[in-house]
């Protein structure tokens, strides 16, 4: 940014008073000492395309030292949000502008440094653990298939192949952990345009919603992602019954999901959004499900509660800032 003399909002806003102030005194005088000279409606006619002039001239000096400024720098944040190309802004008019503008670009190009980071380091790990994983599966199949293997040694390879499969698994989910903080759905849902498809994927589970035609501020795709996680995780703990409730609170947009699963212990009420947490890795379980929902809500504005005491009930609030 080229360093240039700006003046403060202080000195704009005064002089645009005092320049308005101004102008009626200078035609108060004009008038009264001109008017009897040139008569009053030609002093009246000039004065008023005089003051239309300089009013006119205030304008577009706050215009430029403003409003510009401003939309510009309204602009590069609705890029930065939309992950398109973000041009920074030209204008900063005033010195307080300016340094909100410096500010502004600053913490988002630290937020997208920050997230590109975390996505080089995902890919990363992901990349260079996929060859040795591909080793492990190769010579697991290759020892299988060549027979001859002790009762022992067959329980102990296919330990090997449990752990590799594993890994497998924990490398996909902290991609899809990854991308979920970086995915926007922009848009809005209903409810009951997800209930049928949801369902039809969960026949075991009897899926009641209450609000189901309130808007949410986030689009289908992104809520189906959300709600299938939330009643994957009723049906493996037990659930027969899911509730799910829509709701317009003073905080913004709410949405409780509630089962009548084995709920989750005290003991663990604190560690369910940590990443790779899971009381089911013997099954399986990658313990990612919860956190890839956090990301993927996060990015939306909102965010995501375990509400104490029984049953089970999750709690999504989505803000006032996300449905502006």
């Not at 630290?110 to 260079?128: K, L, S």
């Not at 009897?206 to 995780?233: C, W």
């Amino acid at each position: 940014m080229i360093r240039r003399w700006r003046p403060s909002l202080a000195f704009v806003l005064g002089g645009a008073l005092t320049g308005t102030l101004a102008l009626s005194f200078i035609g108060l005088v004009t008038l009264r000492y001109l008017g009897p000279v040139i008569g009053f409606k030609v002093t009246a006619a000039g004065l008023g395309l005089t003051i239309t002039a300089a009013t006119a001239g205030l304008g577009w000096l706050l215009l430029r030292l403003l409003l510009r400024p401003i939309r510009a720098l309204e602009g590069y944040a609705r890029a930065q949000e939309s992950g398109a190309d973000a041009r920074r802004p030209e204008h900063f008019g005033t010195r307080e502008t300016a340094a909100t503008a410096v500010r502004v670009i600053a913490m988002a190009e630290a937020a997208r440094d920050r997230e590109a980071t975390i996505r080089a380091f995902t890919d990363h790990v992901t990349h260079e653990l996929k060859t040795p994983v591909a080793a492990i599966r190769a010579a697991s199949e290759l020892m299988q298939d060549g027979g001859a293997l002790t009762p022992e040694d067959a329980r102990l390879l296919a330990e090997i192949d449990g752990a590799r499969a594993q890994i497998e698994a924990q490398l996909a989910a902290l991609r899809l952990a990854a991308q979920a903080r970086e995915l926007r759905h922009l848009g809005q849902s209903r409810l009951a345009d997800l209930l049928p498809a949801l369902q039809a994927d969960y026949p075991a589970l009897e899926i009641t919603a209450t609000g189901d035609t309130l808007a949410l501020p986030i689009a289908t795709e992104g809520m189906a992602i959300v709600l299938a996680q939330m009643l994957r995780n009723a049906a493996e703990h037990g659930a027969g019954r899911v509730r799910i409730e829509a709701a317009q609170s003073p905080e913004g947009v709410s949405l409780d999901i509630s089962d009548d699963g084995c709920g989750i212990s005290k003991g663990n009420e604190a560690r369910v959004f940590e990443p790779f947490f899971t009381t089911r890795r013997a099954s399986g379980g990658t313990g990612m499900g919860l956190a890839v929902v956090r990301n993927l809500l996060s990015a939306h504005r909102a965010g995501i509660t375990l509400c104490t005491g029984q049953p089970t009930r999750f709690r999504i609030l989505f803000g006032r800032a996300a449905t502006d």
